[in-house]
């Protein structure tokens, strides 16, 4: 059974920062992409930053050169450094896992954690 456990979040002033922490648990085959995704209240579910297994990273236009996702392979944790925040990046922040949990092709699968609240206010 993979898990994936999300910390970090917390109630921040405008212009702070926030690091995000999601350590995945069990048995994942083979990871192809790690990232985070957010969803406010009343808005589109908006995926916020993924990197792939070979390091490649995207991030949502919101958000370039803000944040900062990394990974540190050998604890299986991926990372979403956050600053100067703003009021509209207050949302549920969501740890993502694309993987294989097997060598089977058909075995892809998405894991996501239960998230963590991101709340920028001063």
């Known amino acids: 059974q993979v898990q994936l456990v999300e910390s970090g979040g917390d109630l921040v002033q405008p212009g702070g920062s926030l690091r995000l922490s999601c350590a995945s648990s069990?048995?994942?085959?083979?990871?192809?992409?790690m990232g985070w995704y957010r969803q406010a209240p009343e808005k589109q579910r908006e995926m916020v930053a993924i990197?792939?297994?070979?390091?490649?990273?995207d991030y949502a236009d919101s958000v370039k050169g803000r944040f900062t996702i990394s990974t540190d392979n050998a604890k299986n944790t991926v990372y979403l450094q956050m600053n100067s925040l703003k009021a509209e990046d207050t949302a549920v922040y969501y740890c993502?896992?694309?993987?294989?949990?097997?060598?089977?092709?058909?075995?892809?699968?998405?894991?996501r954690g239960r998230g963590t609240q991101v709340t920028v206010s001063s």
């Open positions: 069990g048995s994942i085959f083979r990871i192809i992409a």
């Open positions: 993502y896992v694309k993987g294989y949990r097997s060598p089977l092709p058909q075995s892809v699968t998405d894991f």
């Open positions: 990197i792939t297994s070979d390091g490649a990273t």
